[in-house]
């Protein structure tokens, strides 16, 4: 399996934290995850360039590691 990175290089693990490098809107609700917000407890997917999540308002995310740094 494909070893899942961030922006910045890291290899991401299940279970890690990460925080967001610019403003995301999300799809389909109103909410934007802004710039410096920690996400906990990430699950790796199958596709290497994506992480599925839990943010503070919205359940079931599944975000791209591009816009994502290890902290």
């Known amino acids: 399996m494909t070893e899942t990175k961030d922006?910045?290089?890291n290899i991401l693990n299940d279970?890690?934290?990460v925080q967001?490098?610019?403003d995301?809107?999300?799809k389909g609700t109103?909410?934007?995850l802004k710039r410096g917000t920690s996400?906990?407890?990430i699950r790796l997917?199958?596709?290497p360039e994506e992480i599925e999540c839990n943010a503070d308002k919205v359940k079931g995310l599944v975000?791209?590691?591009c816009f994502l740094k290890k902290s």
């Open 30 to 32: 109103s909410v934007t």
């Open 7 to 9: 922006s910045n290089g």
């Open 20 to 22: 967001v490098i610019k």
């Open 39 to 41: 996400i906990k407890n």
């Open 24 to 26: 995301l809107k999300v």
């Open 45 to 47: 997917t199958d596709d």
């Open 15 to 17: 279970g890690d934290s």
């Open 63 to 65: 975000l791209k590691t």
